[in-house]
């Protein structure tokens, strides 16, 4: 089975900073990797994903994440980030053959600060 | 959140009561979930279900059934609610094995006192 672990349960920054949201994940075999953002009071909105291919993934609002197999990591980072990205990140995985379950990290609060 | 409608929003139930969770999409995708979110623990797949007429355990199952007579509905139930079933429950949809997205509802927040 899958597991995801987000080592930061929040993280603070200024506006304009870069950010680095960690997301390591355990599994035995090949993985679909997914970054997911939730706003308050609302669902879960696909970020970015991982599927094959590029190794390096980007959203369309600047967001960017690397999947790393030697390192079992798929770190989501920003080089500047604005007041509108304030809200909760969540790093999810599932096997490509297994696509009936999705395994969630415990999600990382990203608060940024004028 | 468009295509996937959860009913109702919220809801306070008295311990031992019963109530049931709505899912409806009109996107036509074969898989449905339910999870909760509780604080700190990320999300939990309670079940699932693949297709009309079939259904599956996720990985915290008790206390919750579901059915899925239609494609389109997805229905949670409790048959009596307990205040360790205080959550915010999700349902989410997919369109099928190689498409790689789930696609949320806005959530149930259920209070159960």
Redesign the interface.
Known sequence: AQSVTQLDSQVPVFEEAPVELRCNYSSSVSVYLFWYVQYPNQGLQLLLKYLSGSTLVESINGFEAEFNKSQTSFHLRKPSVHISDTAEYFCAVSAPYNFNKFYFGSGTKLNVKP | ?AG?TQTPKFRVLKTGQSMTLLCAQDMNHE?M?W?RQDP??????IH?S?GEGTT?K?EVPDGYNVSRLKKQNFLLGLESAAPSQTSVY?C?I?A???T???F????SRLTVL
């Open positions: 959140n996937v898989y979930y999870y700190g623990m990320g999300l939990r797949l699932y693949v599956a996720g999700f989410a997919a099928g094995r190689y790689g997205e789930l949320f509802g806005e959530g």
